[in-house]
């Protein structure tokens, strides 16, 4: 019976984010659903002309529409809220915070902000990094475990690859005045599980 070790190696490596996604929504309340669902139409059609100053049209995508009863103070029914939002993607850090700042200024109250998500683009150098850190890592796993079981490393038997996923932001915020975002660095992880023959010494 052939002798093997296997054993997991993990490796991360750190990319600068270079791209990011805006998520807003508009909302609007009235008397009615038709009037509801139209007041969030206007909303979203200022939204998505404004926001095809700054990306392009492809990349700017509804997310979710939905529509409810809103309630006043005392818990009766006052009309209907609708909520339409949109996920925009924008291929620079600076073109996501002057869209923000026009969508603001263009949608005024009727602008929910949900959240802005800072990505790296080409992720292919940080995921090469961090397969090399994998690899390491697992051969100096197995070797340990080698020498503890009196052996040593012999032929590689079989390499299964997980990850490539991305990490927390280090660093992200944003600045009050201007909303302009410090990128930070994302880091980007791998995991190789690495198979070997055993051969006695």
Known sequence: MDRTVTVTGQGTATAV????????????????????????????????????DFTEQRRIASRDL?????????????????????EIGCADLESASA??????????????????????????????AARELAYADAVARATHVAELAGARLGPVVSVTEGGGFPGPL??????????????GEASIGVTLQVSWQLELD
């Open 99 to 128: 869209l923000l700042e026009a969508l603001v200024e263009a949608a005024g109250d009727r602008l929910l902000v949900e959240g802005v998500s800072l990505e790296v683009a080409d992720r292919a150098a940080a995921v090469t």
């Open 17 to 52: 984010p270079d791209s990011s996604v805006v998520r807003v929504a508009i909302a609007q309340r009235a008397a009615t659903v038709a009037a509801a669902f139209r007041a969030v139409a206007d909303g979203v059609a200022v939204v998505t002309a404004r926001a095809a």
């Open 170 to 183: 280090a660093g992200l915020r944003a600045a009050k005045a201007d909303m302009a975002f410090a990128p």
């Open 66 to 86: 939905n529509v409810w009863p809103a309630h006043d103070n005392e818990g009766r029914q006052s009309g209907f809220e609708a909520r339409h939002a949109l």
